[in-house]
C-alpha cells in the first residue's frame, strides 16, 4: 500500500538533496533580477505645493448688477471660483500639447537624459540631434503624436488636491533638472492661460458695456453699467499685474539629488526571494510527480503477480 499523501518526512528527503538545484535556481533568477534592474533608466521626481491664490477680485456683485448683466447677455466673472476646472485644464490634452508646443519640449520629454542648464544629452535611439530626426520610439519610427505626449504626462505627470485644500504637483523624467524646470513651466503658463482668458472676458465685457451705456438713455440703466465698468476695469487691472494669478507656491519645485526609480536593492530581493519560492515549488512538483510514477508502478507490478 503506497502512501498518496506527502508527508514532511518525503518533502525533506526530496527536498534536502535538491538543495544544490535550489541554490542554482535562486541564483539565476536573482541574477536575472538584478540584470534587469540595471537595464532601468534612473528616473528622478521633482514635487512643488501650491495654493489658490486668494480673490483679489471685486466684491460680490449686487443682484441688480447681475439682473443687468443677464440681461444685456454678459457673462461676469464672480469670486470663489471652483479650482477643480482649472486642475482638470492643467492635465488636459489640449494643454498639455499646447504647452509642449509652445516651449519646444517634445524631445525633452521623450528623449531627455542629461541636463545642466546648458547642455542638453539625448538618447540617441530615440532622437537624432544633429540631424533633428526621430530615430524611433519604442516599436513606431515616427514622431510621437499628440496622443502620445498626452499620455507621457499622465505616466510622468501627478496633480493631487490635498484634504487641506493644497495642491500637490510632481513631475518625473531622467533629467533631475528638467523635472523641475517643467513644474515651474506648467504652473507659469496655467497661471497665464487662465489670466489671458480673463482678460479677454473682462475687455469684451467693458467694450459691450460701453456700447450698452452710449445706447442708454436712462439715469439709473446708465449709473448701473457705469458701476458694472468700473468693476470690470478694477479685476482688469489686478488681471494684468499678478503674475502668480491662479496658485502660487507653498513649497517650490527643488531638483531631486536621489533617484525615485528603480529601487534596484528590492527589486534584488524580490527576485531572490522568488526564485527560493520557484525553485522549491519545482521540487515539491516533481516529488508529487514521482511519488504518483512509483504508486502506477507498484500497480502495475502487483496486478501482473496476481494475474
Do not use: C
Amino acid at each position: 500500500m503506497v502512501d498518496n499523501n506527502l508527508s514532511l518526512k518525503d518533502f525533506l528527503e526530496d527536498v534536502l538533496p535538491a538543495k544544490v538545484f535550489i541554490f542554482v535556481i535562486t541564483l539565476l533568477i536573482t541574477l536575472s533580477g538584478i540584470f534587469y534592474s540595471l537595464t532601468l533608466h534612473d528616473l528622478y521626481k521633482s514635487t512643488a505645493i501650491i495654493k489658490p491664490v486668494d480673490e483679489k477680485s471685486s466684491p460680490e456683485i449686487s443682484s441688480n448688477f447681475s439682473q443687468l448683466a443677464s440681461f444685456t447677455g454678459i457673462d461676469l466673472i464672480q469670486g470663489n471660483q471652483s479650482i477643480e476646472p482649472i486642475i482638470a485644464t492643467l492635465q488636459s490634452r489640449s494643454f498639455l500639447n499646447n504647452f509642449t508646443k509652445e516651449r519646444s519640449l517634445k524631445s525633452d520629454i521623450f528623449a531627455l537624459v542629461y541636463w545642466d542648464g546648458e547642455k542638453k544629452i539625448f538618447d540617441k535611439s530615440i532622437y537624432d540631434v544633429q540631424k533633428n530626426t526621430w530615430v524611433g520610439l519604442d516599436n513606431i519610427k515616427l514622431e510621437p503624436s499628440e496622443e502620445d505626449v498626452h499620455d507621457h504626462y499622465l505616466d510622468n505627470l501627478s496633480v493631487i488636491k490635498l484634504e487641506n485644500g493644497l495642491i500637490e504637483i510632481s513631475y518625473t523624467s531622467r533629467s533631475p533638472l528638467f523635472s523641475k524646470k517643467v513644474i515651474e513651466w506648467l504652473i507659469q503658463d496655467i497661471n497665464n492661460f487662465k489670466k489671458n482668458k480673463d482678460v479677454r472676458k473682462y475687455e469684451d465685457s467693458i467694450t459691450f458695456l460701453k456700447n450698452q451705456l452710449s445706447l442708454s438713455s436712462a439715469s439709473e440703466t446708465r449709473l448701473t453699467i457705469s458701476a458694472l465698468i468700473s468693476n470690470n476695469l478694477k479685476d482688469l487691472a489686478l488681471a494684468n499685474i499678478s503674475d502668480d494669478y491662479i496658485f502660487e507656491y507653498i513649497d517650490e519645485p527643488f531638483i531631486p539629488e536621489k533617484k525615485t526609480y528603480p529601487r534596484r536593492s528590492l527589486i534584488a530581493i524580490l527576485s531572490m526571494f522568488g526564485g527560493i519560492l520557484t525553485s522549491i515549488v519545482t521540487v515539491i512538483f516533481l516529488s508529487i510527480l514521482n511519488l504518483r510514477f512509483e504508486k502506477n508502478s507498484i500497480y502495475k507490478i502487483n496486478k501482473r503477480r496476481n494475474v
